[in-house]
């Protein structure tokens, strides 16, 4: 037995050269490090862009999207997407939002040949479609001259959010301007609407040169259970009335009285 130990152990030592030959010759695959451009948030119906930038020293780049959501109606593409490039790692995707405010999932997958291997990443990513606000407000020109580029400001909460410009105000005419609110941390409730102008011969909605007024911004809370139970009580008064009327006009006499 022991004449075949240098045999065995010159085996051994030809497999170990054998692996560490092959595990030198292995080929390198970098990872897939997509990077992705997306926006947080956007309004319904809006169209917006999801920028996918691949490795560079790829090949044969490809890119998936794919759209979830509790309703993409109006979305596009509605469910999803693909494109191949063949040297270009950069894709441009357009996208539009769906109609109802909702959560909106997007999950991304790179992909891309390194030689003779293909390598992707994936990617999942949120984006929040909101609902916009649409405030309008009727300016007036009250002077005798015309006036030009008129800046019509709106602050919500004693915030300024932004301003809109009404081109043209005949002497004594009036027109209206429309400024579109878009504000995804806005709580549910009532809110203060300003709206104002730096001219004193502008009036505002019939007012002076500043005008506020409020506005419920979500779903308003439903009061129709207080109809509902006050509907029971007067149906009750009415029974009580009914059935006091007929114990009063048919006494009981007392037992001991024939």
Known sequence: M???????????????????VGASHAV?????????????????????????NETNGFSNYTVTLYLAGENL?????????HNFQASNPDFKVSLRAPST???????????????????????????????????????????????HNLTV????????????????????????????YV???LTNGEHTLTVSVNNKAVSVDGSAAVYTTHFYYGKPPNYNWIYYVAAIVIA????????????SATPNRPKWRK
Do not use: C, W
């Not at 075949?4 to 692996?19: E, R, V």
């Not at 970098?30 to 917006?48: D, E, L």
């Open 2 to 20: 022991k004449r075949f130990f240098p045999f065995i152990a010159l085996l051994i030592m030809a497999l170990l050269a054998f692996s560490v």
């Open 28 to 52: 390198y695959v970098p990872p897939m490090t997509p990077s992705v451009t997306i926006p947080a948030y956007v309004t319904t119906n809006q169209n917006f862009t999801v920028y996918v």
């Open 73 to 81: 109606s109006g979305a596009s593409p509605s469910f999803s997407y």
């Open 101 to 147: 405010a909702q959560v909106l999932y997007i999950n991304i997958i790179s992909g891309a040949n390194y030689g003779s291997k293909y390598v992707t990443e994936q990617k999942s990513f949120t984006v929040h479609v909101i609902e916009p606000i649409y405030f309008y407000a009727v300016v007036s020109n009250t002077g005798t001259s015309a006036i």
């Open 153 to 180: 400001d709106f602050s919500v909460d004693n915030q300024f959010v932004g301003s809109t410009v009404a081109t043209f105000i005949p002497a004594g005419g009036s027109v209206t301007v429309n400024f579109t």
């Open 183 to 185: 504000n995804p941390y």
């Open 236 to 247: 009750f008064m009415i029974f009580l009335a009914l059935t006091a009327g007929r114990r």
